[in-house]
Nanobody, 115 residues
């Protein structure tokens, strides 16, 4: 059994910063790619950023230059540092981690940016 626990969401003013964390635990043999998605009210879930097992990163155009994804393989944790936040970044953020060649989702954490 594998669990993903997210933390770090909250309410922040526009221009502020937040750091999300997602830690995997349980019966872990191998962790592959790790990613962050978000879903705003009334919209489909969209990819925000991902990082491969060897550290290659990719970002959605809407967050390039503002968000940074990173991972700590020793802690089985992926992070999302979010800077220069905008009202349009408001959403529930979900981590997605490939564990033992299966895809797992976190429970989601709310990020609200006030303008």
């Amino acid at each position: 059994q594998v669990q993903l626990v997210e933390s770090g969401g909250g309410l922040v003013q526009a221009g502020g910063s937040l750091r999300l964390s997602c830690a995997a635990s349980g019966s872990i043999f191998r962790i592959g790619s790790m990613a962050w998605y978000r879903q705003a009210p009334g919209k489909q879930r969209e990819s925000v950023a991902n990082i491969t097992r060897v550290g290659t990163k990719a970002y959605a155009d809407s967050v390039k230059g503002r968000f940074i994804i990173s991972r700590d393989n020793a802690k089985n944790t992926v992070y999302l540092e979010m800077n220069s936040l905008k009202a349009e970044d408001t959403a529930v953020y979900y981590c997605n981690v490939n564990v033992n060649w299966n895809s797992y989702w976190g429970q989601g954490t709310q990020v609200t940016v006030s303008s």
